[in-house]
Nanobody
């Protein structure tokens, strides 16, 4: 079991930046990967970015070049640096931890990001 707690969301103007944090209740090194997903009003949850235990990253096309995922294993924390934010980035952002053995996904409760002038 692991609890994931997101923080750092808020209201930001278009073109602005935010950094989200995901703090885990235990070590994250054993997870196959960690990631961020988002769900906009009236839409399905979608993948934003993932980072493997080895540090490999993957990004949705819509955020490439603007968002950066990173992890600090010593702090059991994953970060999402979001730059050049757009109104279409408005969503609840969820942290995910993916375990291969047992096969299971863990989710945080989410943090709201609103991009608006």
């Amino acid at each position: 079991q692991v609890q994931l707690v997101e923080s750092g969301g808020g209201l930001v103007q278009p073109g602005g930046s935010l950094r989200l944090s995901c703090a885990a209740s235990r070590s994250i090194v054993s997870f196959y990967g960690m990631g961020w997903y988002r769900q906009a009003p009236g839409k399905q949850r979608e993948l934003v970015t993932t980072i493997s235990s080895g540090g490999s990253t993957n990004y949705a096309d819509s955020v490439k070049g603007r968002f950066t995922i990173s992890r600090d294993n010593a702090k059991n924390t994953v970060y999402l640096q979001m730059n050049s934010l757009k109104p279409e980035d408005t969503a609840v952002y969820f942290c995910n931890a993916h375990s291969q053995v047992p096969l299971r996904d863990y989710w945080g409760k989410g943090t709201l990001v609103t991009v608006s002038s």
